[in-house]
C-alpha cells in the first residue's frame, strides 16, 4: 500500500489492463444507475412510495430554469414547496443550473415531460461517472495493489446508496464528484508538490463542493490545513517552508473560488438581506406558511443523546447510508445491514492491526493526514445530528454520505492488512472487498430495488 505521505513523484504508467477494467467499472456503474433512473417515478406513489426524497420539490427549480433561463431567488410560487413552505432554491445548488440548461435542450427536441425528468436525471448520472473516474484516479495514488484498489472503487462506487444518490434530482451528487475531486487534488499536491495543475484540479472540486451542499463543508475547512502542511517540510528536511510559494498558490486558489462560487453568496447577500447561507430567510418563509412541522427534540425538552435513544436513531442512519431506495421506503432484509455491519467492523480490526503493526514507520504527516480526514468525517456527522436535534430530524444517510470515501480508504488499508498476513492466500484474494460490494450491489438492485419499482 502506498503511503498517504508518500514523498516520491507519481509517474506510475496507466496499463492496459487498467484500462479495460476502468472501464467494466464504469459500464456495471453506468448500466445500474440508468436501470434506477428509468425505473423510478417522480410522483408520490402509495403505499410503498418508490419515488426518491424531495425530488419532487427539487424538481421545480430547473423546471424554472428551463421555462425562465434564469435562476430563481426562491420567493417565485412556482419553486415553492407544497405543504411545507420555503424553497430549495434559496441554498446553493449549481447541479440545478446544468438540469435546466439540459431540460432546455431536450425540449427543443421535442421531448416529452417524462424525457425532460430524464434529461434532468442524467445531469447527475453524468456526476456520477466523472465521480467514478475521480475515485479511480484517487485509488491509483493511494494504493499498489490491484486488488485493494479495486476494492476501495466498487466499495465507493457500488455501495448501493451512494450510487443512488446519481439517479434523481438533488444536490447531493455533484456534491460526493466535489469530495473525490477535492481530495484527488489534495493528495496529488501532496505526493507532486504543489503546482499549478494540482491546484487548479483542487480549486475546482472546492468550487463544485461550495455551490452543492452544505454539510460536506467540513472537507473544504480541513483542506486549509491539508495544503498548509504541504509546504511544511518533512521530519528529517532541514529546509525552512516555501512562504511565499505557500501564499502565491493559495491566493491563486482562493482567486478562483471567490469568483467561481462567491458569486452565490453576495447575490443571497443582496437578495435575502444579508442572510448569505439562506437558512434564516427557509424558516420566514414556513413560518408565513403555517405549515405544520414535527417538534424537534429540542423543543420537546429531549437531549441529544434522548434524541439518538428514542428512535434507534444512529442504526437507522446505517441502513440509509448503506441501502434505503424510494423515500426511505425501499429496504433489503436486516440480515443484509447485519452483513455490512460486520463487513465494516472486519475492516476496522484490519485497521488497527495495520497502525499497530507499523507504529514505527508511521509518519507525523501521515498521521495529521488521517485525523484531518476524521475530523472532515466528524464535521459531516456533527452538522447532521445538530439539524436533526434543532431543525428536522431527517435520518437520512445521504446527509453523512460524503464520509464515504475516506470510509473505503481506511476499509481498503484494513482488508489489504488482513489478507496479506494470511498464508497460502491467493495475490487474487484482494479483490475479495471488490467482489463482496459487486455482489451486495447487485443483490440488492435485482432482490429489492427492481422488485419495488415494477410492482
Known sequence: ?????????????????????????????????????????IEDTPPLYTNPPDEHSRYLIPTYICDHLRLPNGFEPEVQIPYYGGSYALFPGLSYL?????????????????????????VNLIFGLTMAFF??????RLFSEQGTLWSFCCGVMYLPQLLFLHTYVNVESMCMLSIAVMLYGMVSMQQDGVNKRNCAVFAIGTVLCTLSYYNAYGFLLISVPWFILCFVPKEKDKTGADVKKMFSYGACILLIWGILAGWWFVRNAILLHGDVTGMNTLREL?????????????ARGIGIFGMLKENDTLWE???GFVAAYGSRSV??????YYLYGLFFIVAFIGLFLCIWTKRREITR?????????????????????????????QVQGRYVMPCVIPLY?????????????????????????????VFMLFYFILKTAIPAYIL
Do not use: N
Open 286 to 298: 414556513q413560518a408565513a406558511t403555517g405549515a405544520y412541522r414535527a417538534p424537534t427534540a429540542q
Open 365 to 393: 504527516d501521515t498521521v495529521i493526514r488521517h485525523l484531518l480526514l476524521f475530523l472532515g468525517c466528524l464535521i459531516t456527522f456533527s452538522l447532521w445530528l445538530w439539524y436533526c436535534y434543532t431543525s428536522d430530524y
Open 1 to 41: 500500500m502506498k503511503k498517504l505521505c508518500k514523498e516520491k513523484l507519481y509517474k506510475e504508467k496507466i496499463q492496459k489492463r487498467d484500462i479495460l477494467g476502468l472501464v467494466i467499472y464504469m459500464i456495471v456503474f453506468t448500466v445500474v444507475a440508468a436501470w434506477i433512473a428509468m425505473l423510478q417515478p
Open 135 to 140: 475515485v479511480w484516479l484517487l485509488g491509483r
Open 331 to 336: 429496504y433489503a432484509g436486516i440480515k443484509y
Open 98 to 122: 446544468f438540469m435546466g440548461l439540459m431540460m432546455r435542450l431536450v425540449s427543443g427536441l421535442g421531448a416529452d415531460a417524462r424525457g425532460m425528468l430524464l434529461a434532468a436525471r442524467s
Open 409 to 437: 480508504l481506511w476499509v481498503s488499508m484494513g482488508y489489504e492488512t488482513i489478507l496479506k498476513r494470511i498464508p497460502k492466500l491467493s495475490k487474487y484474494a484482494l479483490y475479495m472487498p471488490a467482489a463482496f460490494s
Open 317 to 319: 442512519l446505517f441502513r
